[in-house]
């Protein structure tokens, strides 16, 4: 059967060549790429609000603090048993890092099940509320269509390369209807070694998926109204780019520490008990960290500020500024911490979508601080967003990802000065203490960090 198998495609091939020249036919592959990559970020998006939607509404809210205690909890479990039972022949590796090192020493190779099982595992760990996002999964998952179609068909390491890309950049492209922005994460963070020929299958990959995914998942995720930005709050921008720089080199210092104290705890079971109780305690005490957090920049973009201790246990206190911020700014180091722990447990997730809430947090602190003050009135939604571009920049070391994404997801064109400016001053600052991003550490190090791999010996 598999001999007839790769005889066929052997002679599919020849007339495909014959009829088509590889040019054209990475054009028509990268577009069904888009296709399958699209449907798949729609898929994850609405499986992952349909947990959380069953979760939050179907309780009497009295009760919801409680369950927050055990529902992380249940989402890593749920996570790490079904890479133990269903994920046996092959590792089961989450984040960004096992794509680099597929393209660098794999041939390009993504298995298979990571098309489904990335898209299963991240939506149980997130949808019961593991504060890590998306995007980092359904990046791996568009990847290995793209990867497993270009083996399907026998081609070459640089076309399978090619489609791994085009995989990845419809994965953001779907997940956040940003094509550019999909694009240019694929050129910046998976093909270093970009040349203009692969420009058009991105090009066609990434718009496919972001249509396919607009089909099925309709859903916009910011609203931004602006009136631009002011030339003398280019001084409070450049703050912020220092103040998101320095977190950032703080984030990537915590993400090793918290890493270390999982990977000490030999004992799979062991590891999901003591990381979910604790992110169950964190979300207990701090809602917003539950699973990917966008509601909470969604309402302050919409000027709602005291959303981020409403709902929560400390909410009586909303009516006193300080305690606001305060409880904001503990609020950003917490998410800091729930997203490690919720990978160090053994959740599926990614730190993009927890670097945009933590940015536009800090960005929300600052300005209302400032604002505070009466010397100086600074639109906060602009802060907001600018502090959502720089801590993508520096924290994945990939500043034109960070601005053309934020300028789509918002529509806040108007503001590329300053996301540029924001953007720019972060990762410089981060690259001078860290030479390399969160990804591409364990690379340099030979990639031997199990801290990459959910641990499926559980």
């Excluded at 003398?232 to 993400?255: H, M």
């Excluded at 979910?276 to 920049?297: A, Q």
């Excluded at 400016?421 to 364990?442: D, E, F, P």
Aim: aromatic share 14%; charged share 10%; hydrophobic share 50%.
């Amino acid at each position: 059967m598999y001999v007839r198998l790769v005889n066929y495609l052997d002679s599919v091939n020849r007339f495909r060549k014959q009829k088509i020249s590889n040019r054209n036919f990475l054009i028509v592959l990268a577009i069904i790429v888009g296709v399958l990559a699209g449907l798949a970020a729609a898929l994850l998006k609405s499986m992952t609000h349909a947990i959380e939607d069953f979760l939050q509404s179907d309780w009497q809210w009295k009760y919801k603090y409680y369950l927050y205690l055990f529902f992380p909890l249940v989402g890593i479990l749920l996570t790490v048993l079904y890479v133990k039972y269903f994920i046996r022949r092959t590792k089961f590796e989450t984040g960004l890092t096992p794509l680099l090192y597929a393209i660098s020493k794999k041939s390009s190779r993504v298995e298979t099940h990571n098309v489904y099982s990335q898209i299963i595992t991240s939506a149980i760990t997130v949808g019961f509320g593991g504060s890590v996002g998306l995007e980092a999964p359904i990046v791996t998952s568009g990847s290995a269509i793209g990867s497993t179609l270009g083996r399907f068909l026998g081609l070459s390491y640089k076309e399978i390369t090619m489609l791994l890309a085009c995989g990845a950049a419809a994965g953001i492209a779907g997940a956040f209807n940003s094509p550019i922005a999909g694009i240019v994460f694929a050129i910046e963070v998976l093909l270093p070694e970009f040349t203009i020929p692969a420009f058009i299958p991105l090009l066609l990959s990434a718009a496919t998926a972001a249509v396919v995914a607009r089909i099925f998942y309709t859903q916009q995720l910011f609203f931004l109204v602006t009136e631009g930005w002011q030339v003398n709050a280019l001084f409070f921008y450049v703050l912020l780019a220092v103040f998101i720089g320095l977190f950032s080199i703080y984030f990537t210092k915590v993400n090793y520490m918290v890493k270390n104290f999982f990977y000490g705890i030999h004992h799979p079971y062991k590891r999901v008990l003591t990381g979910g109780l604790l992110l169950g305690v964190m979300v207990f005490l701090f809602p917003t960290l539950y699973g990917e957090g966008y509601i909470t920049i969604k309402n302050l973009l919409r000027g709602d500020y005291l959303n981020v201790i409403n709902n929560s246990i400390f909410s009586d206190y909303q009516g006193y500024p300080s305690l606001v911020i305060l409880f904001t700014v503990i609020t950003i180091f917490a998410k800091s911490i729930a997203t490690l722990v919720t990978l160090g447990a053994g959740g599926n997730g990614g730190t993009f979508a927890p670097s945009l809430i933590m940015g536009g947090l800090i960005g929300f602190v600052f300005a209302y601080s400032v604002n505070l003050t009466g010397l100086v009135h600074l639109n906060t939604s602009n802060f907001i967003v600018a502090g959502m571009a720089a801590a993508l920049s520096s924290i994945m070391h990939a500043p034109l990802t960070g601005i053309f994404l934020i300028a789509e997801i918002t529509g806040g064109y108007v503001l590329m000065v300053p996301l540029m400016i924001t953007s720019a001053i972060s990762y410089m600052l981060n690259r001078s203490v860290q030479k390399h991003s969160i990804y591409t550490k364990a690379l340099a190090a030979g990639y031997s960090d199990p801290y990459y791999t959910t641990h499926s010996e559980a």
